[in-house]
């Protein structure tokens, strides 16, 4: 085990308060591209004619469904990821009660997967469907499956209103709620683990402004503007540090 890696399960350890708070990274390891990375950006305007921004923006939705549509089912879905070795510590470590929250940018599930409870998603799931004419709720498979779109576009079996993933879009508040519980986990976090962001994405920087304990620790392969900011930086992949930290807990 590296040095930093050591001092990270040391400050884990010594934490009574841990919060985790991640970002695209924590699942580009999953096979599950960032969207808003410059090769996601590339492959948008290449392949649909705009840039992630537009496609995904409420605007966009209600303009263009099934060009919505086409993009969503096609890029930001990833029926059969796996957690990765990040996914895995973190669960691991909640169980063990050295974690009180998970607070992702992320929309693929793969947290709870890994068997995390305690997670907050800032941005929805893709897990999660609704229908837009009657409130009605479907899980991911119901959207995978042919026969329920028409003409490019999910429909609901009971109204035939448009049926939805439960996302925050371009354009669209976060969640109150789930805004508000993120802020308060961060707000009362002794150590505070930033992974797999560059920070530089709304709501993540305004997140971090809530946080007043003692450790911030920021594993990303790239600088980060936060960089200064904190007690330890590992530039490495979020699941070989998390996973190897929590081997030695
Ligand atoms: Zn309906």
């Known amino acids: 085990m590296s040095e930093p890696i050591r001092q990270l399960a040391d400050l884990i350890r010594r934490s009574e308060n841990t919060v985790f708070f991640g970002g695209a990274g924590v699942s580009t390891e999953s096979g599950i591209p960032d969207f ?12 649909y004619g705009y840039p992630p921004e537009t496609l995904l923006s409420r605007t966009f939705f209600k303009r263009r469904p099934e060009l919505f549509f086409r993009y969503y089912r096609e890029n930001l879905i990833a029926r059969d990821a796996k957690p990765n070795a990040a996914h895995l510590a973190l669960a691991r470590m909640e169980a063990r009660g050295l974690l009180r929250a998970v607070v992702t940018q992320n929309i693929d599930g793969l947290h709870q997967a890994a068997g995390s409870q305690n997670v907050l998603e800032l941005h929805g799931s893709n897990w999660r469907q609704y229908c837009l004419g009657c409130g009605a709720r479907y899980d991911l498979d119901y959207i ?5 779109w028409q003409k490019g576009i999910p429909l609901c079996e009971a109204c035939g209103g448009t049926v939805r993933p439960d996302v925050v879009l371009y354009e669209e508040q976060l969640d109150e709620d789930v805004l508000a519980a993120a802020a308060l986990a961060i707000a009362g976090a002794q150590l505070l683990i930033v992974g797999g962001t560059s920070l530089a994405v709304y709501p993540a920087a305004g997140l971090l402004r809530w ?15 936060y960089d200064s900011q904190a007690q330890l930086v ?11 930290a929590a081997a030695g807990l």
């Open 211 to 225: 946080f007043r304990g003692e450790n911030l620790v920021l594993i990303n392969k790239t600088e980060t503007s």
């Open 36 to 47: 808003r990375s410059a090769s996601g950006l590339y492959k948008a305007r290449q392949a």
């Open 234 to 244: 590992i530039h490495d992949s979020i699941g070989k540090v998390l996973g190897e």
């Open 144 to 148: 995978l499956r042919p026969e329920n």
